[in-house]
Every structure is written in structure tokens, then in C-alpha cells.
């Protein structure tokens, strides 16, 4: 492939916490210079982007994306799931495996790789059932499926209510080092819920679960992980009460990751407003103090990942009345932009942001993208952090619409996507 | 009684456009408008009680009614509401089968939309179901129900039976008893009746009662004796069967034994107290026979007499809002 070097650029490397002048060159889709400060020599013949000060940073990981390949491809398909994502300035996507049939076993796993590298756009890997087409019972192939490269194992929205199961898939899964991820969500508070148990909720008329739901079941998950030494991610946290569980366990020494959606750090309850549905959403939106409390969360590192989660839902499943419609949010495409007002409004280092969006992600699954390093894949994106948008649902690269970001205003926009050194946006 | 020439009269001078495109929640009135309505409403009750009870004000106008979840008197009071006052009427039940096979609330919404109606009344088992609906139509909804959220009419034909028992709710101390989580007839008449001035005071075992529901500036009692202390009305409301046997309270007969009303609990509450339920009663339940009855402290029947009056002053006015009337 041929040479590429991006000069004049803003560096943010949240891996070596650099954030200064420098530029790029790539060669054969890896970086193989990261040059620091002043001016460069560039080789003749080496394609030359100027950034014009702009930012450049590793591409970002987004490890939790649901697609309706296969199964439900109106709603979306890996492709367009891998054009928003381009879009958006994301580089490696995890796709959950809640597809149907559910990812589960490794010939899935390889289907879904497959189709994700043969579009050529942005890096697509699959995440595993931990059950067998998610049942909560009987056990997946977590071998076979880690050998044909799935990344982690979950069960996605589903819970795990089954201790002995989850007990078993967390002590299995330990003897190859692999990665299982859960929804701290007590499945028996939170059934038929729609929102957060509280004044507005009731107000609502709408059925709620109460915070402890998640804390409960993340009590129970931390146990099971400290009996199995099993590697785990404690997947879209969303009150501070169980921030404070996950806090313990860290105090103790408990290796345990943990991943929240840019929802929950964007929105509060309150935008439900009169029952919009675009903002129901699994787990549902929470008071403003549990959103301060994943900001710190963030800024103080407690939280390694912050996910899309993606979650595409075409406009029959959403215009219906607010317990009815389906849960859930597309979010690729804004997700550096949305996360970027966590810097804008909510004063957060940029470093800080992009840490859990990149290097993050990547050293949780062991991916060796997500720094700005000699030799690293040269998967980047160059945004203006100061750019205006308006978002237009309509216009989003997902074959779903349901953005609850639609005609706000945000701040900061994508400028180029490059993967292995091919730039996709 | 007053003769017919001088209540039709009556009607047209207090006839008002509703304060609303829409009648979604009992917050849609304001007091003013409200006891306009109830004016209106006094009128319809005298008009009501004649032996010729037929009038021409929303002539021409259709009001579909479409009712998600079943229901016989709240449809068959706004049926005849509708009638009365000379509307056309069509009264759609739709099962819950037929819309679980595909369509969707807003597909009925455009199918019916097309069909020119004036007034849609809908009742359906979602909280916001009655305002979705509104958003997707270019015609007048009214919320006869909505889930868990709200039962507006409910509430004002509540409003109308104590005022004609009480001159003026200002200042009564109300009591709402029972399941309150459940219940949208609770939501709308807090809304409405502390708009009036009235105190609410809200009954029931923890289960059945929101833990936040004293942030809706209501007293809230877990104990019957205390609650009803000092009360003026007593309104029960209605334990759906699937809540007890374990589920939220352990059985009908504890129940009753703690929070249904008979004449023993009733004797707390002030010697004047009147009774109200939204019906239908589980009688044994929530309420004892002996006291629904009993006409000397039960509004219940009057409540259904209520009900179509009530209703006629909502449709009369929503109609005359769009349009003069007649």
C-alpha cells in the first residue's frame, strides 16, 4: 500500500497521554512513525494530508453493536452498520451477538467476521454467546469460538439469572483467558419495567425498576467473578450505586472492567419528557445524579469503556406508546460528537474522553489498535473539536433512524476515518 | 325541575370552548375552565333527568370512540353523552388480539384519521397511548384511560358528584384509598382535585402505593384509622384480581381486613363522610356492600349519573372549540 503521512495535525494519544503538535506516517496500512512536535521530511512520493491543527487520534472501538445481520436486515445490515460507523470517526466495531440465530457458535462467529471484512470499511468482530442461543442454560462452545476470533462473551440484554450457570460459563471461560460480559440488571425487578423507579416514572404511569436492580445483580456477578477468577466487564453501568459496588471490588483488588453507554452520559430521565420514545432505552435513562456520577466515573478511570450501544430500531418498533416501543438507540454515527460535549459542557479532559473509546477498548480485548505507536494499524480519525452539528436522524448512515440526538446540536465534528491506513470517510 | 325550553337555554349560555385542543390529562383544565365545565356539566344533568333528552349541538359531528381495553361503562357514558347531544357515534372495540397481529396503534390512528372524525375518545392499556394518538390525528382526542397515567373524565365527573354534594371541594379533605400504583383514576383526580383546592390524602399498603407519591403534594398513610381521620370523602378504588393472591397484598380477605371499607372504618372519617368508587366494585373487597349501598353516604350512583353529564360538557366544548357549535 502506498505511503501516507497526515502533517500539521493536534496528536491526542490517550495510551501515552500526549496531547500536542505532530504528524503521521504510515506505511502498509501501520503507522510507522509517530513524529512529535515541530516540522517533518516527508519522502517524495508519499501521499500528504494536512490536518490544519486539527485532531488526530486513534480510530475509536466500539464494542457494543447490534446489527439485524443476520435475522433482521431492515433494520440493519453489517454494512451500514460499518458505513455509520466510518461515519463516526469508529474504526473497530464488536457486534453483539443477539442476531438471529444468535451468534453462538464458531462457524457465527466466522460468518459474521467474514461479511464484516470482505466490505472493506472499518474493522468488524463478533462478540459470543455465552449460552447457547442465549438461553441462560446450557453453556457455548467458548473454546471454539475464542479460537475463530470472538472477542468477548455475552448474552447481551439478556441476564444470566441462573448463579450456577453463570458460575459455570465464568469458570470455563477462565481456562482460556477469555472475557465474559454482563448486565448487572436483577431480572426479576426490573421485569416489565420501562423506566427508573421514581417520581417521574410514577408520574408517567410508567412501570419502573428501582436502582438497586443493577447493584443487586452486580453484587452477585462480583462474587461469582472472585470465586472464578474469571476475566469480566460489567457491561453499560448506570447508577452510582453500583459505581460504588464496582469501586469496592477494585479497592480489593478485583480486576473487573467496566463499559457505560454515551447515552446514560448524555441524557437523564428527564428527556423522556412526554413519553419519547427514542429515549427508552435498556438500561433505562436515569436521574441526573447518576449521570454526574458516571462522568466522574470516567474522568477518575473507573469506567474503562464507553460504548455506542448501538442499538438499531426501525420507526414501527418506536412510534408506539412508551412501553410498547422498543428499547434501545443507534449511536455510531454520534458518538465521538456526543462524547465530545462530555469536554465541551461537562469539562472533561479530552484525554480522558477518548482513553475509554480507544486504548480502553483495545487493551481490554487485547487489540493492538487504539494508540498512536510505531507499528500499531493506522486506524485514525481526524476531527475539529469545535465544529458545530446538527444532528439529522434522517440522514444517518443506519438503515434505523432512532436517534435520541436527532436535531440537537452538538459540538465537534468527524473529518476523516482511516483504517489500515485506508481512509473509509 | 326546570322546563325544557329554559335548560337548552341554559346550555347554549354556558357552553364554553374547551381550554385544550385535547383532553389528555385532568393538568389540560385550569380552575376557571373547569368550573365552567362543571356549569355546563349541572345543566346536562338537568337536561338529563327530562323524559325527551335529545339535542342537536354536535349535529353533523362524528365521535368515534375506540376502546383498546374493555370497558363497558366508561364507553357506553361517553356512547350516550355523544348521542344526546346528537352526534354521530361509532363505537369501536378492539380486541387485543387483533392489534397484536401487526397493527400498531398508530396504523389504526391514520386508518381512523381518514375517516374524518371530529372527536376520537380512546382507551388503551400503554400510559401515553391517548398523546401519541393526539400527535398522529387532526382531529380532538380524549383520553377515556391510558394505562397507568390518566382517566381525565373520570376525575371531572368525580369533581361534578362532590360539588353537588359539597357546594365547593375547597378545603374538603379527600382520602384516595387503595391501589394507588395502579391507578390512573388516582393520578387524574390528585391532579384535579388539588387544583380545586381540596387536601388529598392517599391510603394503602406499601406495595400499592409509589414510594414517591408524597412528592405529589399528598399526605400518604399506610394505616386505615390514621388515614381517614378528619376525612370529607372516602373514594375507593378498584384491586385488580391478578394484584392479590401473593402478588403485591397476601390474599382478598387481608385485604379487607386492613384497607376495605366498611361501616366500622368509614365511622373514622367525619360523621358527614360520602363514599365514592370509580366502579366496577369487587364488593367484599375493597368495599363492603353494606356501606356502597347505602345512599345516605354513597355518591357511587350518582358518580355513574355524573359520568354522562360530565361527558357531554367535554365533547360539547371540544366540539364548540373547533367551530362554532351548531
Known amino acids: ?425 | 325541575m326546570t322546563d325544557s325550553a329554559t335548560v337548552t337555554d341554559l346550555i347554549s349560555e354556558r357552553l364554553i370552548p374547551f381550554p385544550s385542543p385535547h383532553f389528555l390529562s385532568a393538568g389540560d383544565l385550569n380552575p376557571p375552565a373547569a368550573l365552567g365545565l362543571l356549569d355546563l356539566a349541572d345543566a346536562f344533568v338537568d337536561f338529563n333527568r327530562q323524559s325527551a333528552k335529545s339535542l342537536d349541538l354536535m349535529h353533523g359531528r362524528t365521535v368515534v370512540n375506540i376502546f383498546f381495553e374493555n370497558s363497558t361503562r366508561t364507553s357506553s357514558s361517553f356512547e350516550i353523552a355523544a348521542k344526546r347531544l346528537g352526534a354521530d357515534v361509532v363505537t369501536m372495540p378492539v380486541q387485543a388480539s387483533s392489534v397484536a397481529k401487526g397493527e400498531t396503534l398508530i396504523d389504526t390512528a391514520v386508518t381512523l384519521n381518514a375517516m374524518k372524525p371530529d372527536i376520537l375518545v380512546i382507551r388503551h392499556a400503554s400510559s401515553g397511548a391517548a398523546a401519541l394518538l393526539s400527535q398522529k390525528v387532526g382531529c380532538a382526542v380524549v383520553n377515556a384511560g391510558d394505562g397507568r397515567h390518566e382517566h381525565p373524565t373520570q376525575a371531572l365527573l368525580d369533581l361534578l358528584s362532590l360539588r353537588r354534594a359539597f357546594g365547593d371541594v375547597g378545603g374538603l379533605t379527600i382520602a384516595i384509598c387503595g391501589d394507588i400504583a395502579h391507578s390512573r383514576v388516582a393520578r387524574s383526580n390528585v391532579i384535579l382535585l388539588s387544583m380545586m383546592g381540596a387536601r388529598v390524602r392517599l391510603i394503602g399498603p406499601p406495595t400499592l402505593v409509589p414510594g414517591d407519591a408524597d412528592r405529589w403534594g399528598c399526605e400518604v398513610f399506610h394505616d386505615m384509622r390514621e388515614g381517614l381521620q378528619g376525612c370529607d370523602v372516602v373514594m375507593m378504588l378498584r384491586l385488580q384480581l391478578e394484584r392479590m393472591e401473593g402478588a403485591l397484598v397476601p390474599s382478598t380477605r387481608e385485604y379487607f381486613r386492613f384497607w376495605g371499607l366498611d361501616r366500622e372504618k368509614l365511622a373514622w372519617a367525619l360523621p358527614h363522610a360520602k363514599v365514592m368508587h370509580p366502579g366496577p366494585m369487587n364488593r367484599g373487597v375493597e368495599i363492603d356492600s353494606d356501606v356502597a349501598d347505602d345512599l345516605s353516604v354513597s355518591l357511587i350512583q350518582d358518580q355513574v349519573e355524573m359520568g354522562v353529564a360530565a361527558r357531554m360538557a367535554i365533547l360539547a366544548s371540544l366540539a364548540n372549540l373547533r367551530g362554532a357549535a351548531r
Not at chain 1, 165 to 182: D, E, G, K, P, W
Open chain 1, 1 to 425: 500500500m502506498t505511503a501516507l503521512a497526515i502533517l500539521n495535525a493536534r496528536l491526542l494519544d490517550p495510551a501515552t497521554d500526549y496531547d500536542g503538535p505532530g504528524a503521521l506516517l504510515i506505511e502498509d496500512g501501520r503507522i510507522l512513525e509517530v513524529v512529535r512536535g515541530g516540522a517533518t521530511q516527508v519522502p517524495a512520493g508519499v501521499e500528504v494530508v494536512d490536518a490544519g491543527g486539527k485532531c488526530l487520534a486513534p480510530g475509536l472501538i466500539d464494542i457494543r453493536v447490534k446489527t439485524g445481520e443476520p435475522g433482521a436486515e431492515p433494520k440493519e445490515t453489517l454494512k451500514s452498520a460499518s458505513l455509520s460507523a466510518a461515519a463516526g470517526g469508529v474504526s473497530t466495531i464488536v457486534i453483539q451477538p443477539d442476531t438471529d440465530p444468535a451468534v453462538d457458535d464458531p462457524a457465527m462467529v466466522d460468518f459474521i467476521q467474514r461479511r464484516g471484512a470482505a466490505l472493506n470499511l472499518v474493522n468488524v468482530f463478533a462478540a459470543g454467546a455465552a449460552t447457547k442461543n442465549r438461553d441462560g442454560q446450557r453453556m457455548a462452545e467458548i473454546g471454539l469460538m475464542d479460537e475463530a476470533g470472538a472477542l468477548y462473551f455475552t448474552d447481551g440484554d439478556k441476564v444470566i439469572a441462573n448463579s450456577r450457570t453463570l458460575q459455570r460459563v465464568m469458570s470455563y471461560a477462565a481456562a482460556f483467558n477469555a472475557l465474559i460480559a454482563c448486565r448487572p440488571a436483577d431480572p426479576w425487578l426490573t421485569e416489565g419495567a420501562v423506566a427508573t423507579s421514581g417520581e417521574l416514572a410514577t408520574r408517567l404511569g410508567l412501570s419502573g425498576a428501582p436502582a438497586i436492580a443493577e447493584r443487586i445483580q452486580l453484587e452477585r456477578d462480583l462474587a461469582l467473578v472472585e470465586q472464578t477468577g474469571a476475566r469480566f466487564l460489567v457491561d453499560q453501568i448506570s447508577t452510582a450505586g453500583a459505581l460504588e459496588t464496582l469501586a469496592r471490588a477494585r479497592a480489593k483488588g478485583l480486576e473487573v472492567a467496566a463499559s457505560v453507554s454515551i447515552n446514560h452520559l448524555c441524557f437523564n430521565e428527564i428527556d423522556i419528557g412526554d413519553y419519547r420514545t427514542f429515549y427508552r432505552l435498556d438500561p433505562p435513562l436515569r436521574p441526573e445524579s447518576d449521570r454526574q456520577a458516571l462522568i466522574e466515573a470516567v474522568r477518575d478511570g473507573l469506567i474503562d469503556v464507553i460504548t455506542s450501544a448501538h442499538a438499531p430500531a426501525p420507526a414501527e418498533d418506536k412510534r408506539r406508546p412508551f412501553g410498547e416501543a422498543a428499547p434501545g438507540a443507534v449511536g455510531l454515527e454520534t458518538l465521538l460528537s456526543a462524547a465530545l460535549m462530555l469536554h465541551h459542557e461537562d469539562g472533561l479532559e479530552l484525554l480522558d474522553i477518548l482513553r475509554p473509546l480507544t486504548h480502553g477498548p483495545a487493551s481490554l480485548l487485547g487489540l493492538d489498535s487504539g494508540v498512536l505507536a510505531a507499528g500499531a494499524p493506522a486506524d485514525l480519525v481526524l476531527f475539529d473539536l469545535n465544529a458545530p452539528v446538527v444532528v439529522d436522524a434522517a440522514k444517518l448512515k443506519s438503515k434505523s433512524k432512532n436517534s435520541p440526538f436527532d436535531g440537537r446540536m452538538l459540538q465537534g465534528k468527524v473529518l476523516g476515518t482511516w483504517v489500515g491506513g485506508r481512509r473509509v470517510f
